[in-house]
């Protein structure tokens, strides 16, 4: 069983940068990773992820070439690389495990192990 523990939220102006973390207990590599924000008053959202053994990457519409998903399976860390960001991306962001084999997750119920969140704010 996966217990994850997100890092790296903050306040950044409309612009800025910010890379987030995910420190997965069990392994990263054993699991298909994925990043979903939610933003008050709105239902939690895809926005990245990543193959379990390929490690092939998919993106939300919203953030392709913006963001970038990774994985570093030496210290059981995923990554999330969220650049030119704009108030539309201020929400509570969460990192998801999957232990199944299927690959391009996209949905909430896809996945088994959730971490707590992290708070991302854009300013406008």
């Known amino acids: 069983q996966a217990q994850l523990v997100e890092s790296g939220g903050g306040t950044v102006q409309a612009g800025g940068s910010l890379r987030l973390s995910c420190a997965a207990s069990g392994g990263s590599n054993n699991y298909s990773m994925g990043w979903f924000r939610q933003a008050p008053g709105k239902d939690r959202e895809f926005v990245a992820g990543i193959t379990k053994l390929i490690g092939s990457t998919y993106y939300a519409d919203s953030v392709k070439g913006r963001f970038t998903i990774s994985r570093d399976g030496a210290k059981n860390t995923a990554h999330l690389q969220m650049n030119s960001l704009k108030p539309a991306d201020t929400g509570v962001y969460y990192c998801?495990?999957?232990?199944?084999?299927?690959?391009?997750?996209?949905?909430?119920?896809?996945?088994?192990?959730w971490g707590q969140g992290t708070q991302v704010t854009v300013p406008s």
């Open positions: 998801a495990a999957a232990a199944g084999p299927a690959g391009g997750r996209r949905r909430v119920e896809e996945y088994d192990y």
